[in-house]
């Protein structure tokens, strides 16, 4: 198969780091938590196969123009390395996407070597409070469930700064990939950088994944959360990222479903056609579905998915409330790792005609998924080089709830990106 | 119903006219060739409804901010007159629309004078040379059509001239809401206006729609063309546009199916995922089905539905051809105006996970339509006042073939659209 | 309209009567509970447009060969009346039917007095004990709650008599069609008549639909229940109804998605295709629907609903346990009466092949329900003139969860029916 | 995966033949025509796999109570061979189907050793008259289109009795499955044995299928049509067939589309509803599909797959005319074996209510396909034991068009099936 990728040249540009002239591109340490799942899995081999053009670029957005054209880290110079809390090896995990038919099987016998140095730099993660009864549970990642969030924080740190030192990387970008945790009410310490250190120093428990974020922070790493969890989601947080010139992104990675969403609603608003209910039923049978069996996750995925179109559609044809919107999630075991959605929209046009339209939408998860994190990963790179800190709007088109942007119609946010494109590339 | 428009105010400004700075809004002829269709038969409905206040404008762009900012035409002001060959009344139109559950049968009775006037103003016009068979023929459009073409023209430029002096209009604009006709051999002189005046004065026979196109650009009246028939797209009509600083804009409304392809196709290629098919399968059991039993009419039908989607999904991701794509179209009596089409989507992503989306549209086409038409009306009405010609291409959102645009995809379409208020709105 | 219909000759055929020779066909007395309904609206002006040849009989079975054969009484013979908690008249309901583009509007006007006799013979019906915050409750329904249950249902028993004796009606057949009550949990008196006799006479509340029932069989009505609540089936109903000779039928007509389902299914165990998931999504937006967002009323319907596919289907290819089942409802109030549903089914065929089926069900209930119910009221009318009694296992293709039966696969329950009109029709 | 067939014992019964008694059950030659195509390779893998407990019988009918209690030959007593036109060679079939993840890969090489004497029992087929350009063809199958009719027809007769003799076998059952050959008109010749004889001696040209229905029928070996092709379908040979006493089955397998709609359209006849419309649109991408191409080819195969809706509808209601019915195939080459299909349901109910289901099927053709073969292979063999000859009425429920049938109705069909299967079992 012929790489149709456009990737960009090797020869680092060596000036001096300015907003538009991003510093030398080195080696970047890519550190996958959740690094044995789904989309980990995929991210490692498919940068594998790409590397030794096993495969073409197709699915991976910044290896086409005019993205292709900035100067992105080249995937080459990617280090990986990963959390995760399980024992089951990398193999085991690749083993099973072979058999749901995603990764192609002679791939996986091609790239051993990549995939090995991957998995020996995989590190036991701490567990999300609220997980219980995880199957294959590594015991250290247990050991470290037991700790004050102070130590489980430092721990990280350590696993960070070791990787990089090891590897004599320029930079680690860490992507939170792990299962969405329990909703969680938001704790009255989050909302200021020092109240959050003391409430760590103090032992209050905190989700799993805004200690991630908070390690990443602290060690100058790019933050990107692909996971509705809250991650860097909070005023402390996004304060520390832009006083020590970090890059953050996030919430929720936009692969599916809520990305048709978000590309459909601007029609709608446009031709000023009224909807009336837009409603949305999901099925999807991986760990993420198992963990969405729990209603205290569910909650938190629903929310996270119900938001766009109400911002895209609310009162678009001065309706007083916005359309009438619902998304249910079951989870069907025998789907593995292929989501199906149908959603159906009934609306009013002229003349008070009510019509439908309805749709299923049938991808494969991970696929989806894993071009994506390869891109937001390249991105943040980009931006670190570049001195640039805080949430990175300029990504907002790669999830469903875009930290400190309200904008969520696909067509513009994606014109943000190619303006940002376009900027870097001009120089 | 509370009417949720937005519409200009009517005091005229009464400014001279220049690029930016249309001229006063006086009263403007909507001049609908196809006039008792069911396309008209919702204009003038839907027009009546608003002034009455009886129905919301919903669906009607150019009643919602950012268009409604602009000086349009209000709709009080609008007079309706139109060509048609057939003999039977609005009010049976007006019936069989009622009876599909597509007008309200209340406002049917409570427009009851409107509908009037506008029927009043309806004169027979010219059969398109390959229409046959056509049930309830007016014999006087019957015998127009015996004529040569330069006295069919004749007779439409009268009819046209007539109309605007009898009510004393600032100006008529004509919108081709006539049934496909048949595709037919590119004539050589259409390549210039001198060579097509001398085919028509020498007696050549020509496709109807052009003749309209002619007739409307001669006496000064801006053409829109709102079916896939040739209307003005040909270098001699353009020319003469030009010349004569007559806006047209066309071919061919963007209602339905093609709308949803080209609002969809755009996050493909934005992704990076390679679509490989995409068939669609439509039924329709209006008039417009009926004409289309007849094979070439269909071709001419299909080949306006299938180029879109070439042009924003071709070579996106590097392959050589773009996708597989296929448009079938067949007569489906039981659905009436309900147009119900089915398109499928496969497509690969990252690692040569093949995936599908579908969607099934079902939707009235009329009441899709109608406003548009309104909307079209209004902005060539603006183009008239504020001195620019020939083909408007910031309205090819409304267009499956923009008339000069290669572009599709329809956001883009729309930001241009945007651009265009912005710039005539901040005067 | 031609009427289509087969009705059987209204001569009598005054035989003594026998198992298969119902004795004289009279005048039968149609008792609607929920007589203002959408279902019992839909009766009413169905029965009165047939019966003046306004409408075909499209949707009636009974109207056709092979049970137009059998001696049914005939439309003509009907008399209408009924109980219903709310004070809104049969015009309002018919009104609002005509708006959802259900009820044709003329002929809501042409049968006029046949609505308004059914109206002059509605009496105030006794509300479910779960019922709250109903609107335009009539207060003497309201006055009927507050009595024990001995009371409520000897007013019941009152009003049934009067009915009868007040038309000089042969026998009244009751249809249950109120909306689906709350959950209860089954009393221990209810395995035995006079058990159940000995807590009604001591005041422990009972489901309304139960004291419905009880109250029809105590006058000697045939009941039919239409919905899902309890109805007569409990040991102790079904024991009074044979000792006195009464026929029931029940419980919760299958009108719609489960209809489909069950005459899907049985294609996948004749090709011993394994059923992996069946995944149902219903949308409603009626008064059912609305009724529905109580959780508890819902647990009621969703159980009726998943029953018949793991009949069908479990077991059917080895596998230990069935497919993976779910049904889910939401209420969307812009569909009104149309009701949307979506299923999914995921299979396995030979050497593993995983493969998938989905549809899309949009119908109108009520316009499904109704001729249903007329069916069944004729069916009950001659079971009662053939001397048969207790619960009509023949019925079983027109309910979700059939009395005493455990065929839910549609054809096989169709082949039931038939035979049993072969029967009746062979004399 | 554990075996979940209920396979008959092997002990044979060594009775003399009778009508419901069949003679000794033996070895007994499945010989494949079109041997090296997508459904003979499942078909063989597939006989392979349950052999050797590799694979479950999920999706063989005839592996599941009530058919699994016949005296059917045991799946190990199947010795196969076959007729192709191609020279690629089984293996590359099989990796075909394994890249499109219909064969499991460790199937196809646990089981190798079956497939090379499957292998070495294929020899050179015929071609259709009308067949050109095809890939791969064998010089040998060219050599033979060279011949004359009667010269053929021999060469495939003395291939069956040498497969018969070679392997011991007490009989051969022959199953078409090549691609849908060009329609063709019918000759005169067509309609009596001696006439058909004589043209075949005279020269005339015959389409294949036809000529190797009469090779098998002379032979004395039961002949399967699993196509649309003509093969047996002419008197000349059905009086062959009954005069030599061979049984014969056909025409066209009823797999996928066509089986749900004459699953689903029963349950519209029964409910009286009045099917206005019934579209179906397929897709597919395997060489079936690149036949279809051929617009001649598609003739053939339309007309197959429509008649069976009219047949089950027609008239249904009282309505002159039966339901408007289309179907369209477009190849799409993307989706491989994966045939894809959509259908649309426009019907009116009670009160003039128009409502529509719409379905969409995604098949895997050949896994659909391979078992029923099977089935059809074993039931000719019990047929031929039992002394049973001439079209096999009792499977009419494995095609579209069913040998002397006229009954599509698919549960009518099993019904019929299970009858046979009750007599047979009862002895």
Redesign the interface.
Known sequence: MPA???RPPSTATGQAPSNLDPGSRGRTGLWLVGARGAIST?VA??IA?IRHDL???????S??PPLSGLDLVSLDDFVLGGHDVCTRDLSASAGELVAA?????D?VSMVRDDAARFEAAIRPGILDVAETGFRDLDPRAAALGSLAPAEQSAAIEADLVAFREEHDLDRVVVVYLASTEAAVARQEAWNSGPEFEKAVAAGVPQPASLLYAYAAIRTGSPFVNFTPSIGANVPALMEMAATLGVPIAGNDGKTGET??KT??A??FR?????V??W?G?N?LGNRDGEVLRNPSHKAAKLESKDAALRSILGG????TDGP?T?V?I?Y????GDWK?A?D?I?F?????????????????DS??A??LVIDLARFADLAARSGESGALTHLG?YFKSPLQSREHD???Q??ALYAYAQKHTAR
């Open positions: 149709s990728s456009d995929c081999y498919g196969g495969i073409p670029s197709v699915g991976l957005p290896a086409y038919g995603i990764l192609p099987a791939l990305l048709v590309a459909l601007p029609m446009a031709r000023a056609l009224q009336l209910a409603q039923y099925m678009a044809t001065g309706a009438h619902q249910s079951d069907v075991p025998s789907l199906t149908w159906f009934h009013e046009g002229f003349l008070g005609a009510k019509m439908s339209m309805q749709f299923t939408w049938s991808g494969c696929a989806l894993a071009p088109c696909f067509h513009r994606m014109e």
